[in-house]
């Protein structure tokens, strides 16, 4: 176990590192929020690779007039968990792409850190209290935003994460399906 020692200097912080909270949060929401963009990309290219690999297998087999019908029980198996890896590859990164909300609702006395924050302290008749109690501590709603955000942010990963796997595993199948015959 360590101890701190009341007479030692702290550790400066690194020179690009904001000495303000508030402007730390703000650096960091941009970050997560630049973050959430490249995993809406992502998902967006690994969909249009998705259809593109459809297609090109699509393509190929009705050029011959080949149906699964034509493999053996284990090829057919195999053919059938290579089509549903790519249909749950799809799924998951259509989740990941699925615009995401705050997990709570906002109510009065909280500050403002989400677009659905105002418009439900509009609905209520609140705004301007919301604003008020917003504009005193920047800090709480930044901080409620980040962690929104990184929630946010890390559900997308997730879904990406499932959806390349299956495209992986379903782009791996379909032809081993074809292979076993």
Request: proline share 8%; net charge neutral.
């Amino acid at each position: 176990m360590t101890t701190l020692d009341p007479h030692r200097t702290p550790t400066p912080l690194p020179p690009d590192t904001p000495a303000d909270p508030t402007q730390l949060c703000e650096r960091l929401l941009a970050d997560l929020r630049t973050e959430i963009a490249r995993a809406d990309s992502k998902a967006s290219v690994l969909v249009a690779a998705l259809g593109m690999t459809a297609g090109v297998f699509s393509g190929l087999l009705a050029g011959r007039n080949w149906n699964p019908g034509a493999l053996s029980t284990f090829g057919t198996v195999v053919w059938g968990a290579g089509a549903g890896s790519l249909v749950l590859s799809l799924f998951a990164l259509l989740l990941a792409v699925l615009p995401r909300h705050r997990s709570e609702p906002w109510t009065p006395g909280q500050p403002l850190s989400y677009f659905a924050d105002i418009q439900h302290a509009v609905r209520l008749g609140q705004l301007e209290a919301a604003l008020a109690d917003t504009q005193r501590d920047p800090t709480a709603a930044l901080t409620s935003a980040l962690t929104e955000t990184s929630r946010i942010a890390t559900r997308k990963h997730q879904w990406i994460r499932a959806g390349l796997i299956s495209f992986c595993t379903g782009t791996l199948l379909l032809p081993t399906s074809l292979l076993i015959g």
